[in-house]
Each structure stands twice: as C-alpha cells, then as structure tokens.
C-alpha cells in the first residue's frame, strides 16, 4: 500500500509498507543516527555501537518487522525513515486501558535531517491509526539530555503523559517519556 505522498523541502516523500527486505535499509538508517548521537557527544540514547553490530538490536527489529505493521518514508525514492506501528507499547510499559495503536523504531537516516520524512510518517501514523477505528495513538522516546525527542514528538500534536525509567547496565538508567495524541 502506498499513500501519503508530500512535498517538505524540495523532495517528495512518499511514504509505503516496510518488507522484511527493507531490514538492513532500516539497520543502516539506525547506524546513521547512533554515529550522529555518538560525533554530538550523545550516547546514552543508542549507546556507541552500529545497531547493524548489535544482535539484540537486530533482533528487535526483525521482531517488529514480523509482529508490526512497519513503514518506510522515501525521499525522492531514497528510504530516508522508518516507524513501526502495533496495539501496544514495548513490555517495560503498561498498555492503555483502552485500544491504541503504539509508534515503534521512529529513525531516520541523518541525511535526510529536515526534509519532514519523520513528521510525514507520524502523519501517517495518526491516519492509519484512525483507519483502524482507534483513537489513541502513543509513543515513547528517549527523555534525557535537553529533552529535544520529546519535544519533536509535541511539534509534531502528542502530549507528554508519564515518564518512565529503565534500568540498564552498571548504575546507568535510560529516561523516557510517554506521549500520546488522541485522534
């Protein structure tokens, strides 16, 4: 299915169904922004290491390849982003007490920084979401440094609703926020 097509930029973005050959493509568009995170002085978000080189990783990947409806936003042809959409967050969360569709595995390939590709495909998550007969549309993200994740996700109509932390190795925790948009 394709749909969504846009013009941001100068580019058009059109935004089709992931396959699970896009698997590497997706992979690469992670590596691209951990080396980015990684060159900021960033890397408690994704950590240092290519998620490509990362078995648990690309094994999170494959599984919401598998068990999700995944998307691919092409840039002028070129996969540029990607997101993954189920009916409920990851297991460290609680689900909603209601039906909701969750947003997984939003990444772009930082080449495309800019051109709406992300925007687009949170467009058409909202869309796809109401296509379903559901109202509540929710994500989370990285909430730690200078919070600039969660504030892309309200540019773009989702409000904060918890924040939540995971514990991870050594006496390290990962900050995270909820957020959600009701449709």
Request: aromatic share 10%; glycine share 10%; net charge negative.
């Amino acid at each position: 299915m394709d749909s969504m097509d846009s013009m941001a930029g100068s580019g058009k973005i059109r935004i089709r169904d992931g396959r699970a050959d896009d698997i590497p493509v997706v992979l690469g568009m992670f590596d691209s922004a951990v080396e980015w995170l990684v060159s900021q002085g960033r890397t408690r978000q994704w950590g240092t290491t290519p998620w490509s080189a990362n078995p648990r990783a690309v094994e999170m990947i494959d599984r919401y390849f598998a068990e999700g409806s995944p998307y691919i936003a092409e840039y002028d042809g070129v996969p540029a982003a990607t997101l993954t959409l189920t009916d409920a967050p990851g297991s460290y969360l609680a689900p909603a007490a209601e039906p909701e569709r969750y947003i997984h595995i939003l990444a772009s390939d930082r080449r495309f920084k800019g051109t709406g590709t992300g925007a687009a495909l949170l467009a058409h998550a909202a869309a796809e979401t109401c296509r379903a007969g559901v109202s509540l549309l929710r994500v989370d993200c990285y909430a730690g440094d200078d919070r600039k994740l969660v504030a892309f996700y309200e540019n773009n109509g989702f409000v904060p609703t918890e924040a939540f932390t995971v514990a991870v190795a050594g006496d390290d925790s990962w900050p995270g926020q909820v957020l959600a948009r009701r449709l």
